[in-house]
């Protein structure tokens, strides 16, 4: 399957016009994290280099094509002296899929403080999840082969008070990656729809739904590297109406909180 520079390769048409490639996939509508990441990295390439991404905010609209490219429209909202923004729409045959909005910082001096870290088994000492998982879902380890993905075991993810539907994941892109920060990030952006509206389902295992992501929010808070393991600290804190809430705390290997995400998806039961 397509490594993350493929998935994440985009075609400058106009000014303010991207192309991005579509990539060979098992999935019958594009995966939403290259959806994502593609728009992200559209909207790098109208930046000064001195700003970098803080955060972003996204809606899938229609189901795309995965065997069809999507052009990609920036508008540049605003360009300040510390901030600047950008509005993305990704287009399939003349109709909206995705439209996101991106916020981008030179950085500035403040406080500083973070939550700690969960107390997790470290990702050398969890198997592969290609080793583990059910034959069924082979097909996504697969679809992500450039990926290590290792969950933490349900009867060894932390347990908070009041936390209902939690899930671990450490992951990290298997090969080396270019040092550019921002590559990075869009990378990230690409892997942060993956496996986190399954923590809506760690409470209702045996239901049978149909699932998919609604709307995407990230925020970036420290560098970090996805070609070293990361925890994808997990939570549904809400299901109901055939919609579920969660989110992720994604830290580096030493502690450190790199990045945050909200994601609200379609959860609803397959009718007979």
Not at 77 to 89: A, E, K, L, P
Not at 124 to 134: I, Y
Request: charged residues 25%; negative net charge; glycine residues 8%.
């Amino acid at each position: 399957m397509a490594t993350i520079e493929e998935a994440l390769e985009i075609e400058r048409l106009e000014r303010d016009i991207f192309r991005g490639a579509s990539t060979k996939t098992q999935l019958q509508r594009t995966f939403g994290g290259q959806v994502a990441g593609q728009a992200l990295v559209a909207a790098v390439r109208t930046v000064e280099p001195r700003f970098q991404v803080h955060s972003l905010h996204g809606y899938f609209l229609r189901p795309g094509n995965p065997s069809a490219p999507t052009v990609y429209m920036v508008d540049r909202i605003r360009d300040g002296r510390s901030f600047c923004t950008r509005r993305v729409t990704g287009v399939q045959d003349g109709d909206a899929i995705f439209t996101m909005s991106a916020s981008f910082h030179i950085g500035d001096d403040g406080p500083s403080h973070q939550d700690e870290m969960a107390d997790v088994e470290p990702p050398n000492d969890l198997p592969d999840a290609k080793s583990t998982m059910d034959p069924e879902r082979l097909w996504a380890m697969r679809e992500w082969e450039h990926w290590d993905i290792r969950p933490v075991p349900q009867d060894q993810v932390t347990q908070r008070p009041g936390v209902v539907s939690p899930q671990q994941v450490w992951f990290r892109y298997r090969h080396p990656l270019p040092d550019d920060p921002l590559f990075h990030v869009c990378t990230l952006a690409y892997m942060s729809d993956m496996t986190l509206l399954g923590s809506s389902k760690v409470t209702h295992p045996d239901e049978h739904t149909q699932n998919a992501s609604l709307d995407h929010a990230m925020w970036f808070l420290r560098p970090f590297r996805t070609d070293d393991w990361l925890l994808y600290d997990q939570s549904s804190p809400s299901a109901g109406f055939g919609r579920a809430l969660t989110g992720g705390k994604i830290f580096d290997r030493g502690g450190r909180l790199v990045a945050a995400v909200v994601q609200e998806g379609l959860i609803r039961n397959l009718r007979e």
